[in-house]
């Protein structure tokens, strides 16, 4: 395998540029999952309070002798200043590692309004080192603004619903000004680009596949990328996209692609 390319956040520390997605994962398969991923090659993991498999992916980690790059999620139940400081323990326990790399505010939760004394408590634990690295996930550029105003932080990673059929580039140029790295999720369209003739013929070209194409401009665009798979031939495909490139024709091919109402997931200006 091909050396993975990583990222520097902006608070001075690395992430691997792919990971492995563990949602909808349920919690018994997800060890083993996680320990086929981390035996193909993938040296970090994306799961999340909601998702209920945080303690099989700290097994699978735990069952492997490698330097593994784990993100989970603080969920709305635990939002507000000391209820956020009581879900982050909640969910070191569970993971039961001595580490967690990268702790993200799972959405903004517009109606309850706790996102911004939610985020003061994710730099408290980041500041006591508990946790390495602190984000947003599913920020727009005016809850992101919001953040920053107040508090002076400026989040690592913003985690964001992003695929070929939705490539949110305004959002990435706030990104790319504010030293704020993109994850995207759902980077395969959950499956659904795979059929794209453009995609296909460009795969065709390459002697690779679709879902290779995809996550290959993902990473030519600087974006971090958590796809998920349970399947370990899969979990190989996903991951075998360091040996080849994109040509321009490529890239302007999949620049199309993109559409204003391309969403899959909810809108988190009103998701609640
Ligand atoms: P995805 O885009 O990764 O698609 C996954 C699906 O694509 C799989 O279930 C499988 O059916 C298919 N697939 C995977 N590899 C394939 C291949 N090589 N060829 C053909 N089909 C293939 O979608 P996802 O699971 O929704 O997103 C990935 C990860 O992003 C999640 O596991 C989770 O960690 C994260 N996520 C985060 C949020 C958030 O709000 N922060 C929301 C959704 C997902």
């Known amino acids: 395998m091909t050396d993975q390319p990583t990222l520097s956040l902006n608070d001075g520390r690395t992430m691997p540029q792919i990971g492995l997605g563990v949602y909808q ?29 945080e303690g099989g992916t700290g097994k699978g980690v735990r069952a492997r002798d490698e330097t593994i790059f784990v993100t989970s999620k603080l969920w709305r139940d ?58 947003v996930s599913n920020f727009t550029m005016d809850h992101l603004e919001r953040i920053i105003h107040d508090t002076g932080v400026v989040p690592a990673v913003n985690q964001i619903e992003l695929h070929p059929g939705f490539q949110q580039v ?18 395969l369209g959950q499956g659904k680009a795979m059929d794209d003739a453009v995609l296909v013929r460009i795969a065709e070209k390459h002697g690779r596949t679709p879902a290779q194409i995809v996550l ?37 091919a999949i620049a199309k692609l993109d559409r204003r109402d391309g969403r899959i997931g909810p809108d988190p200006r009103s998701f609640a």
């Open 216 to 252: 290959r401009w993902h990473i030519e665009a600087g974006l971090a990328v958590i796809p998920k798979s349970t399947k370990p031939e899969r979990l190989a495909e996903n991951i075998a996209i360091f040996d080849f490139a994109l040509d321009e024709e490529d890239e302007r």
């Open 170 to 187: 305004e959002l990435r140029g706030f990104h790319d000004e504010n030293k704020i790295v993109t994850t995207s999720w759902s980077p």
């Open 25 to 53: 994962i349920p919690d018994a398969d997800t060890s083993g999952v996680v320990q086929a991923a981390i035996d193909a090659g993938y040296r970090a993991v994306d799961t999340a309070a909601i998702y209920g498999n």
């Open 78 to 135: 635990d939002y507000g200043y000391d209820a956020a400081l009581k879900g982050f323990d909640r969910s070191f326990a569970t993971l039961g590692l001595d580490w967690i790399d990268l702790y993200l505010l799972h959405w903004p939760f517009v109606e309850q309004d706790l996102f911004v004394e939610s985020w003061k408590a994710l730099v408290r634990l980041q500041k006591e080192g508990r946790v390495k690295s602190i984000g």
